[in-house]
């Protein structure tokens, strides 16, 4: 663990076996994977493929059993448990597929859970929630209103905002768009896509849509990155 | 913040978590109100009487004596004659004696026929005497003196004309009305049965009987002089001692008395007897009444458990978020105490309100009094435990959060 050496990379994986606890088989086991900073990623991968522990590790929700995950240039296993959870709340965005929100408090009280695990100040806060809100072309007008009274569309982008309500230097989008049609979808990876650039933030993004995929410099396989199949079957 | 997510949260689940308030509200409800009877009743009860080193009666139990003379529930079997009491009163051990001569009454409330000794020697709580609010002792044959609950309660005030009834029962055909009485004075509140007679002089209850045959009226043959007032029995009699190590000399004395059978007992050690047949009742209710509350505690934990698997969601939110397992455990214990404090909440309302319309009848049936004091040191004591206890038994769903929180998935 001492040995580490700390790279320059938004995301160093060297390594890293992951198993749920009591299981044998490792569900995830990755040799080596970077991403620069500022990079866009487009992972897309079977469901099972090990999508989601591969956000859990990066997330630090989930420590690796073996290697090192290194986000932002900290290594994960360094940090303890409540550390992590305070880098992941300071550094870390996330966009889950769907039911981001929690339907019965309103779109300002979604957002402010976020402020309120990262701790940034009030002031602060009014100002980007404004900057972000016509970023998104969402009204301002909606702040008061329960989150389940939005349409899905809408909904998503309030996710959106409360990712990056804290300047995370990490965005990690997983299959936002599965609830949007066609043209909702296109607006939607464009609004995004110009959100990371002009923040520089490093953006995960995660889908079964390959349509997707020319929004981004760095497009990766899961079966590919997942050696699993090939090394621990057996 | 936490607070706001877990009020709302609740609100989300508004049915079942009413539901489980009110599971909550009732079983305080039932250990708030023992609690207070078990120690207000108790309070009440060893208030009664003090000071008074014997009470003497016809042959009796203690506890039927005691009952009867001093908190005016039952009968007397039987009286005391005159010339018995007056050889206790000239014993030369005793200080004083009040005799006291039941079997009239006035509204439901009894009337005490009794001398001037009763305001003067009889004491109550911590040696406290009955003291006059308004008027004085009776001056004149027909004057009365009335406890402070009477008074309050039938409206009356010094001067008033009350016409006393034949018999105990609440409504009685047979009326003294050609014998009204005067009130003379009203006494201060005392929290004892006291509170609730009416005394007249023991010549008074002579004078109401003189024409009265085997408890029926009979037209005037005689007029009803003072001199004829001398009455020929009294129920009980109260003695206090110039030296209380000669209580249990005069007790035998009076136990072995050669001209009738009588009975004496220490009204303290008979509280204590009556007070020990009720303890064991009182502590099967309080028993009771914490089997109550461990069920709802657990059927509250049940709520929030079942409650968990369709939040698995909302606490991997919590997770990317930020929020530790530990703020996840804090927030099902928030939700645990905002149920429970709410539940402790209406309990309160509740028992305030039902010691308030039912006091009244507790203290005429049973002559206990209860003050509502809903925040003595005994109950504020309960209201911790009840805490405390939710406190442990939320840890159930609270920590099967914190486990699920640890593995909260993306997804």
């Not at chain 1, 994960?76 to 992941?88: C, G, H, M, T, Y």
């Not at chain 2, 877990?6 to 305080?28: E, F, H, N, P």
């Not at chain 2, 004491?123 to 402070?148: H, M, P, R």
């Not at chain 2, 005037?220 to 249990?248: H, N, Q, R």
Request: aromatic share 8%.
């Amino acid at each position: 663990m001492s040995a580490k050496q700390l790279e320059t990379k938004a995301i160093a994986l060297r390594n890293v076996i992951y198993r749920y606890p009591k299981s044998i088989a490792p569900v995830l086991h990755i040799d080596s994977w970077e991403v620069e900073h500022g990079e866009l990623v487009f992972i897309h991968g079977l469901s099972g493929s090990g999508k989601s522990t591969l956000l859990n590790l990066l997330t630090g929700i989930l420590v690796a059993n073996s290697g090192d995950v290194q986000v932002l240039e900290q290594s994960i296993a360094d940090l303890r448990s409540v550390k992590r959870d305070e880098f992941r709340a300071k550094n870390i965005g996330v966009v889950f597929q769907q039911f981001n929100l929690f339907p019965y408090l309103s779109v300002i009280e979604n957002i402010k859970l976020a402020v309120y695990f990262s701790g940034i100040g009030h002031d602060v806060f009014q100002e980007r929630c404004q900057e972000l809100f016509s970023c998104l072309n969402l009204d301002l007008a909606l702040m008061e209103s329960r989150a389940d009274m939005l349409s899905v569309g809408q909904q998503q982008r309030v996710a959106i905002a409360r990712a990056l309500i804290n300047r995370p230097k990490l965005l990690i989008v997983d299959e936002p768009t599965s609830a949007l049609d066609n043209e909702a979808k296109h607006g939607f990876m464009t609004m995004l896509v110009r959100l990371a650039k002009e923040s520089q933030t490093t953006l995960i993004f995660v889908s079964h849509d390959e349509t997707l995929m020319p929004f981004f410099s760095q497009q990766v396989s899961m079966s590919d990155l997942n050696s699993t199949r090939e090394k621990d079957v057996n | 913040m936490l607070i706001k997510l877990a009020a709302k949260s609740l609100m989300q689940r508004r049915v079942s978590a009413l539901l489980t308030v009110m599971m909550i509200a009732v079983s305080v409800f039932v250990l708030l109100s023992v609690e207070m009877i078990r120690y207000q009743a108790k309070d009440s009860f060893g208030k009664t009487v003090s000071g008074v080193d014997l009470l003497v009666g016809a042959r009796t139990g203690q506890l039927n004596l005691l009952l009867h003379s001093v908190f005016q529930i039952g009968y007397a079997t039987n009286n005391i004659s005159w010339q018995s009491y007056q050889t206790i009163a000239k014993h030369s051990k005793v200080a004083w004696t009040i005799p006291i001569s039941m079997g009239d009454s006035h509204r439901g409330y009894r009337v005490m026929g009794t001398t001037q000794d009763m305001f003067n020697f009889f004491s109550y709580g911590e040696e406290k005497s009955l003291n006059f609010a308004q008027g004085d002792a009776f001056n004149t044959l027909y004057d009365a003196v009335i406890g402070a609950d009477a008074a309050r309660k039938l409206n009356y005030k010094v001067g008033d004309k009350i016409v006393l009834s034949h018999g105990i029962a609440k409504t009685s055909f047979s009326q003294h009305n050609d014998k009204p009485f005067t009130i003379s004075g009203i006494l201060d509140a005392t929290g004892t049965p006291m509170d609730k007679n009416v005394f007249v002089s023991l010549q008074a209850i002579e004078a109401i009987h003189i024409n009265w045959q085997q408890g029926v009226k009979l037209p005037p043959s005689i007029s009803s002089s003072e001199d004829v007032l001398i009455p020929d029995s009294v129920t009980a009699v109260m003695v206090g001692l110039k030296s209380k190590f000669a209580t249990f000399d005069l007790q035998r004395l009076i136990n072995q008395f050669p001209q009738e059978p009588l009975t004496a007992i220490l009204p303290a050690a008979t509280l204590m007897t009556l007070w020990q047949i009720l303890g064991n009742v009182e502590q099967i209710l309080l028993l009771i009444s914490i089997l109550v509350l461990a069920g709802a505690l657990l059927g509250m934990s049940n709520m929030l458990l079942v409650s968990m698997r369709e939040r698995q969601h909302e606490i991997a939110i919590l997770r990317v978020l930020g929020a530790s397992p530990w703020v996840i455990l804090t927030l099902i214990q928030l939700e645990a105490i905002l149920l429970v404090i709410t539940g402790v909440l209406i309990a309160l309302l509740g028992l305030w309100a039902t010691v308030h319309v039912f006091r009244d009848y507790i203290i005429s049936e049973y002559g206990l009094f209860i003050n509502g004091q809903v925040f003595s040191s005994n109950m504020l004591l309960a209201m911790a435990s009840i805490f405390l206890a939710s406190f442990i038994v939320a840890m159930i769903p609270a920590l099967s959060a914190y486990r699920r929180s640890l593995y909260a998935n993306l997804h």
